[in-house]
């Protein structure tokens, strides 16, 4: 069974600018939730989507959005671009929202913002 | 305000010997505890995890302890392998969502 993964990989935008990325996750699987990951803050939790909708919604400002579609792929969106949005940005994905269960990461977007 | 904590950002053990990565938390509505493992330019790689009501959890050379009372767990790895050279993060959830809330991470460094 393939994992989860994100696209693109690698992205380089300026001050300013709007990104999207991609994360599908693993077949079946029909939660997604999103997190960034910075040296200075670590791990952070962004948004959580099911079933096409939003359920948890992380400390970040409403620059960052996002959406499910119906099978499941789910998109991030930055808009307004800074300098502190440089981070690899990574999403994880689960069968439910069964607490506990398992979640499982994709290798994640690395975003640099000049 | 920092609910896991991961003390130790840096941990060196000798190949075939015990390593003991711990993570403490301040937020006693967790119920679900996990570790991840992670390499430089993947993704974090679930291990093990454990529920509050138990205090602890094996698999294979992995062992978390929980105890509850000191808000603690850790996280034992017998016998280390060079392979398990990473970073290693504790994570922690409530009892509804997904959502995860992560220590800094201990970068594990075994010696061959």
Request: overall charge positive.
């Amino acid at each position: 069974k393939a994992g989860v993964t994100q696209t693109p990989r690698y992205l380089i935008k300026t001050r300013g600018q709007q990104v999207t990325l991609s994360c599908s996750p693993i077949s079946g699987h029909r939660s997604v939730s999103w997190y960034q990951q910075t040296p200075g803050q670590g791990l952070q939790f962004l948004f959580e989507y099911f079933s096409e909708t939003q359920r948890n919604k992380g400390n970040f400002p409403g620059r960052f959005s996002g959406r499910q579609f119906s099978n499941s792929r789910s998109e991030m969106n930055v808009s307004t671009l800074e300098l502190g949005d440089s981070a690899l940005y990574l999403c994880a994905s689960s069968l439910y929202r069964v607490a506990g269960e398992t979640q499982y990461f994709g290798p994640g977007t690395r975003l640099l913002v000049l | 305000d920092q609910q896991v904590k991961q003390n130790s950002p840096s941990l060196s053990v000798q190949e075939g010997r015990i390593s003991i990565l711990n993570c403490d938390y301040t937020n006693s509505m967790f119920d679900y505890f996990l570790w991840y493992k992670k390499y430089p330019a993947e993704g974090p790689t679930f291990l093990i995890s454990i529920s509050s009501i138990k205090d602890k959890n094996e698999d294979g050379r992995f062992t978390v302890f929980l105890n509850k009372s000191a808000k603690h767990l850790s996280l034992h790895i017998v016998p280390s392998q060079p392979g398990d050279s990473a970073v290693y993060f504790c994570a922690a959830s409530g009892a509804s969502g997904n959502k995860l809330v992560f220590g800094a991470g201990t970068i594990l460094r075994v010696k061959s």
